[in-house]
């Protein structure tokens, strides 16, 4: 149960003065009643503002398609963001949506976006260990005793990138054709795929995530986004 004027204002609504005002004004129903306080504690699932229910009352949790040139940063100052192409309203949610780890600015694909913290921590969690699915276009062809020669490398577990102190987890290599990768990696160092193979004199031109766990990107175009159930990683489903 949560006050109302909080509860709008937590979801992007308007501000909690404002909330009352939309009481006083009669926009607000609980259970199909005119609202009678906005200080009310109310069940969220029962509030309508001008005759619709509540948008994601009781979280979010996103599959997003991320596009090329988009940082994963509030911080404006870092570039054009993830967040600018949510709703407005969204936007404005308390606690605010934040992704679920990190993709480059440079790469695509799969981002979990999510106002769940406790799935935020525990999907970003070393313990946790989600494997997720890299493409990597290269900037040259791999000759076939080096493809082989990195794939036994990156499945070792031994292969300590320059700087760091603990070598990378076992990490699965295949390739589509010989420029083209690709990585399932259970953690995320910064700019993992990247440094693996420029490590080995090769570089990244392209890189796009396919998976997270169980779930797929699909056909789902670059900026936009599907709901998932909060429930999602509930079971083993997802990892
Ligand atoms: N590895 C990278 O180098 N970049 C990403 O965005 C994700 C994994």
């Not at 149960?1 to 609504?13: C, E, V």
């Not at 056909?219 to 159930?229: I, Q, S, V």
Request: hydrophobic share 35%; proline share 7%.
């Amino acid at each position: 149960m949560r006050r109302i004027d909080q509860l709008l204002s937590n979801l992007g609504y308007c501000s909690r003065r404002e909330a009352r005002s939309w009481v006083d004004e009669e926009l607000v129903t609980v259970g199909g009643k005119l609202a009678g306080d906005a200080s009310d504690r109310v069940d969220p699932a029962m509030v309508q503002v001008e005759g619709k229910p509540l948008d994601h009352p009781d979280g979010l949790l996103l599959l997003f398609h991320k596009p090329l040139g988009r940082v994963c940063s509030h911080d404006g100052r870092e570039g054009p963001s993830v967040y600018e192409l949510l709703p407005d309203r969204w936007r404005r949610r308390n606690p605010p949506i934040t992704s679920v780890g990190r993709l480059d600015k440079d790469t695509t694909g799969l981002l979990l976006l999510t106002d769940q913290s406790d799935l935020v921590h525990r999907l970003t969690s070393p313990k946790h260990k989600v494997p997720k699915t890299y493409v990597a276009t290269l900037d040259r062809d791999a000759l076939p005793e080096e493809g082989e020669a990195l794939r036994a490398l990156f499945a070792s577990g031994t292969f300590l990138l320059t700087g760091e102190k603990d070598p990378c987890a076992p990490a699965q290599l295949a390739w589509r054709d010989p420029r083209t990768a690709e990585l399932v990696l259970t953690e995320g160092r910064y700019h993992q795929v990247r440094r693996m193979f420029a490590e080995k004199g090769l570089l990244v031109t392209t890189l796009h995530r396919e998976r997270f766990g169980d779930l797929v990107l699909g056909d789902l175009a670059p900026g936009t986004w599907r709901p998932l159930p909060l429930d999602t990683f509930d079971s083993k489903s997802g990892g």
